[in-house]
């Protein structure tokens, strides 16, 4: 009798099993069809690390660096035992790799996404070409080399994302090139720019984010010169953007995301009240006087200038610009 009650318990359960089988297999369509329709995952947030090359616009500094760069590797523990120094940027507060990291202050590998930063104050691609702001200032060519022989070693990642912002000095310092002259110093510019992207390419890097000039013909500094520098800048972008297009075509398993930063700056200024800027044109100098002088004009507080200085635009506009970076990375097409 026992013997036959654990039958009928065994086939029970075998019944049982083989309706769950079954409806398994019915509700495979509908499941399926909710993986399909599920958004796609966030793309910003699959970072673990970002690399970030570059000049004032983006450079951060560090205990182990100095007042325009992260780092000066002139110890073994320059790369993981080298805080980052809060607000040490040209904005008068974090900058837009900070904002899309989360990296404000501390050890780059504590922070949400690992940033280590080589970009310098004044850099240009290759010093050779045109002049950095000083002799000590480190090339797009130096930082690659501190990558690869500094922090690459040293540093363990799953995704990592380089990003690259070159060619405000390039463009901004060739004012002493003559226009006859621009065409192929800006080429010249470009042939090493990317040849440094193949050797990042080659050091193992898949992703990167490249970043274009921004107008910065409309800074306090060179708004004077706007006539002779927009051209230029429109020349290196376009130039930029066809040898973005043949890197991606030459390296099919790279992922780029093409950073617009003219089109973007140009909209923050064209629409400067939309993120609480109320002067686009001057800035408050260290003694506390509006520059360039206007007569009758006292200081306001720094969020409410586009410009922290006669350059570099202040971190609220730093903070739009991420937020704009982190749609674009968030974006579907890269996404899915």
Not at 295 to 312: I, N, P, R, T, V
Request: aromatic share 12%.
């Amino acid at each position: 009798m026992a013997q036959q009650f654990h039958y009928w318990i065994v086939l029970s359960l075998i019944i049982q099993s083989l309706f769950l089988i079954c409806s398994v297999v019915e509700s495979a369509p509908v499941l399926d069809s909710l993986i399909k329709r599920a958004p796609p995952s966030t793309c910003a947030n699959r970072f673990d690390t970002v690399f970030v090359f570059g000049d004032s616009y983006s450079a951060i500094q560090g205990e182990k660096g100095n007042g325009a760069t992260w780092s000066l590797f002139e110890s073994p523990d320059a790369v993981t035992n080298n805080p980052i120094i809060r607000d040490g940027t040209t904005s008068g507060g974090a900058n837009w790799n900070e904002y899309i990291t989360g990296c404000f202050e501390g050890l780059p590998q504590d922070c949400p996404a690992h940033l280590y930063n080589v970009a310098y104050n004044g850099a240009t691609v290759d010093r050779n070409l045109v002049e950095s702001w000083r002799p000590q200032v480190e090339d797009f060519i130096t930082q690659a080399q501190q990558w690869q022989n500094d922090i690459k070693p040293q540093v363990q990642y799953q995704k990592a994302l380089g990003a690259v912002w070159f060619g405000i000095n390039d463009v901004g310092r060739s004012l002493e090139t003559s226009n006859a002259d621009i065409t192929n110093l800006l080429n010249q510019v470009l042939d090493q720019y990317f040849t440094q992207l193949d050797h990042l390419y080659e050091g193992g890097l898949r992703e990167f984010m490249i970043i274009n000039v921004p107008p910065f013909d409309r800074t306090p500094k060179f708004s004077s010169n706007a006539t002779l520098l927009k051209p230029r800048i429109d020349s290196f972008n376009t130039l930029l953007q066809q040898r973005t297009n043949d890197f991606h075509t030459k390296h099919s398993d790279v992922v780029v995301f093409q950073i617009d930063a003219h089109e973007r700056f140009t909209y923050y200024l064209d629409n400067a009240g939309q993120f609480g800027i109320e002067d686009t044109t001057h800035y408050c100098d260290e003694d506390g006087k509006v520059q360039p002088p206007s007569e009758g004009a006292s200081c306001l507080s720094l969020e409410k200038y586009f410009y922290q200085d006669e350059l570099h635009p202040t971190y609220p506009i730093h903070k739009a610009f991420a937020d704009d970076i982190t749609n674009i990375l968030n974006s579907q097409q890269y996404c899915i």
